[in-house]
């Protein structure tokens, strides 16, 4: 058995059935939610109609990302045949174990230790807000695994001078760049040039090589614009992808807005428990630091300036959500396990990340017991599964708290397997469609089927869409409603409640047909 855990493929084929077994919805899928997820559903009904090049979201061109995650979707069900909405859950589970994969080879190559590499993963696996990214439909697994790549094939090239290694790394920044922008390019590329520059080699950047491997990056991205250009016209593209999704997100962004320490707390807080021991060695930070600066330590060293630099340039882009930090998941996890491996206060760690999971477990208990007071708990009725699985998880590590890090961090990774799974199918799954406009946009679906116009008041674009089954006319003026009431036209409209409240003379034929509660407020769906 020792031998077997020894063998080179054993550790990252744990990894990744770590990964495929906390992808609850991949096997028992639920209902897309409101946001991301119904609106990349949309995207991809029409992706599948043929349009590989612009991508349409509710009938309308859709810059906001190039198409190769969808063009993965669009592959993956063709060879596999699974029905939407599962393959989105299948594709973020595969995603997963990319990620996971690509994070387990970075910090193998970089620190010359399996175990190091391994049990800083099994800290990725275990996070609660990584469970939640393999559970939840996104690009962002996809778009981290080969900027991952890229950041592996630099440090190969920087350490074996072989050229083959900067082109693989520059490819791998340019598909990154192709799944989801520039940051692809931009983390591999100036976390390298920083590190050589901080070892004072500047022939590994200054060749005519990496420039070329630049263009080369560049190719796939630059022929889908050109593509974009033949269709739309260069002001669409100027307008819609340069200026609005690249330069207005990275200056001045009209989504997501946050101030330049948003990721220094958002990152503590997306790591918890485990983060904690950062303030348990906060005495022991800077020695722990200092020990980089050994010419031995070149891996280490690269994998501070990968956090570093990637972190400062997410901190100086405007627009910003938590799941931009993914590509340093694995930097971050590093530095935590040698602090955790290294720590006299393990004790303390595992006691505070006991109490995070009596505390997780007291408010869904509360849920559980008192449901008829939240909407959204209408069917969940065996969540206190959850609780009991958190409290055992608590009372394991305080029982255990003194042994070897490595085995409570194994044994700890297969209770949050367990504690995951109880949480998605008891609570999550049952939930779902209270945060899902699958309820709405069926109704407009239906409605649509018998001649009746679908529109969509004040919402967010594309949300209806994907379960509409055709593009919904959004508008925020109700005038425009009024006129074609007016008109004689047959409308379905879906709208908050407090909009429909709010309607002053509104149109006596209008009346509701259904009432549905979703992300913390009360929608309709009305038809004259």
Sequence with gaps: MENLFKHKYT?????????????????FPRDLFFGDEVRYADVFLHLKEGNFILLTLNGEPYP???????????????????????????????????????????????????????????????????????????????????????????????????????????????????????LGLIFPILSFIVFCLLKKRYKPF?????????????????IWIFALIRINGFDYVYNSLFYQQTVRRAIDAFHSKKPFYFYFY??????????????????????????????????????????????????????????????????????????VINSKEDRKLWFAT????????????????????????????????VSLVGILIAIFLIKYSGKSTNKILSIYSVLIIIFANSLNITFVLPSSPFFSPRIIGEQLKYYSEKGYKPISFDTYSGTYSFYANRSVLETRDKSKIE??????????????????????????????????????????????
């Excluded at 990214?133 to 900027?147: A, G, P, R, T, W």
């Excluded at 509104?506 to 009305?526: A, C, T, W």
């Design 266 to 339: 958002v990152l503590p807080l997306v790591w918890l428990p485990i983060s904690i021991v950062i303030l348990s060695n906060i005495k022991d930070l800077k020695t722990f630091l200092s020990e980089y600066k050994c010419k031995d330590n070149d891996g280490h060293l690269y994998n501070l300036v990968v956090f570093f630099t990637s972190f400062l340039i997410l901190s100086l882009v405007s627009s910003k959500f938590p799941n931009y930090l993914l590509p340093i998941f694995p930097s971050f996890a590093l530095l935590i396990y040698q602090l």
């Design 354 to 385: 006991s109490i995070i999971f009596i505390i997780i477990s007291s408010v869904i208990g509360y849920l559980t017991f008192n449901r008829n007071n939240f909407p959204f708990m209408e069917n969940v009725n065996y969540s206190w599964i």
């Design 11 to 27: 550790k990252p084929i744990i990894l990744i059935l770590y990964v495929l077994s906390i992808s609850t919805f991949a096997l």
């Design 64 to 182: 906001d990302k190039p198409p190769l995650f969808f063009i993965f979707i669009y592959f993956l069900k063709l060879i596999t045949r699974i029905p939407d909405p599962q393959i989105f859950f299948i594709a973020t589970s595969i995603t997963g174990a990319m990620f996971i994969t690509g994070s387990y080879y970075f910090l193998k190559i970089i620190t010359k230790d399996e175990d190091k590499a391994f049990y800083s993963n099994i800290l990725i696996v275990s996070n609660l807000y990584f469970i939640a990214l393999v559970n939840f439909v996104k690009m962002d697994l996809f778009f981290s695994f080969f900027i991952l790549l890229s950041f592996t094939f630099f440090y190969l090239y920087y350490e074996k001078d072989k050229i083959s290694f900067l082109y693989l790394a520059f490819m791998m920044a340019g598909i990154a760049l192709f799944v989801k922008g520039l």
């Design 483 to 528: 006129e074609l009431i007016r008109n004689g036209e047959k409308l379905v409209i879906a709208m908050s409640e407090k909009n429909w409240d709010r309607w002053e003379n509104k149109p006596d034929s209008l009346r509701i047909v259904k009432r549905q509660f979703m992300m913390n407020k009360y929608y309709i769906v009305l038809i004259n």
């Design 206 to 222: 200054l060749n005519f090589h990496f420039i070329l491997g630049l263009i080369v990056a560049l190719i796939p991205t630059t």
